[in-house]
């Protein structure tokens, strides 16, 4: 089973709509995070969580929350999806250490029509 | 803010040649890591290099650290079909923020 696992994998909404992005990791992680890629644009970090009760914002935060719900689990919430939000999203955790080692899950591909 | 910037962003090269990939930075970082990424996956870690100088291989990959640590080389030795996919670089800053500053990434093709 994989350590890392994104749902839904595919998604299509319209503009307006409220998508939640769900992750869970099975790897006892202590940091979890958000990402979004674009072509040419590498991963841009959209939030990061080092516990269940700490929230940071990223480079790209506007129009995107999160929930960490538990250890294992990270959520990523766009409250009212517009089209310039496609985009391929990665989940990755960690754990604290000296190299900082992510490891992704398989990516949500979100379109938004 | 700390930038990396990877070159070239694509490449389409035959079986058998060799290429270099180059992840250069003004900045310091404490380690630089590269990841490959095939199509519907996300990326997977290849190497982590942490101190200047440093050069480490697997197989036909060659990964070299700078000596200041502000830039980072992949080289492969007679690419295969099999090394085609997304090359990302990604530094990690001093202090152990946990957080990673990725390059744009090198699309790599290899043709049989």
């Known amino acids: 089973d994989a350590d890392v696992t994104q749902t839904p994998r595919n998604r299509i909404t319209k503009t307006g709509k409220r998508i939640m992005l769900e992750c869970s990791q099975t790897k006892g992680h202590d940091r979890m995070y958000w990402y979004r890629q674009d072509p040419g644009l590498g991963l841009r970090l959209i939030y990061y969580?080092?516990?269940?009760?700490?929230?940071n914002k990223g480079e790209i935060s506007d129009g995107y929350s999160v929930s960490r719900q538990a250890q294992a689990k990270f959520s990523l919430s766009l409250e009212s999806a517009i089209p310039n939000q496609t985009a391929l999203y990665f989940c990755?955790?960690?754990?604290?250490?000296?190299?900082?080692?992510?490891?992704f899950g398989p990516g949500t591909r979100l379109t938004v029509l | 803010t700390q930038l990396l910037e990877q070159s070239p962003q694509f490449l389409s090269i035959q079986e058998g040649e060799n290429l270099t990939v180059y992840c250069n930075s003004s900045?310091?970082?404490?380690?630089l890591q590269w990841y490959r990424q095939e199509p519907g996956e996300g990326p997977v870690l290849l190497v982590t290099v942490v101190t200047g100088g440093e050069v480490k291989k697997l197989k036909r990959l060659t990964f070299q650290f700078g000596d200041a640590r502000k830039d980072s080389s992949l080289h492969i030795t007679a690419a295969q079909p099999g090394d085609t996919g997304l090359y990302l670089c990604a530094g990690a800053g001093s202090g152990n923020t946990g957080k990673l500053i990725f390059g744009q990434g090198t699309t790599l093709q290899v043709k049989p």
């Open positions: 900045s310091v970082f404490s380690s």
């Open positions: 990755a955790t960690s754990r604290t250490g000296r190299t900082d080692t992510q490891y």
């Open positions: 969580s080092f516990d269940v009760k700490d929230i």
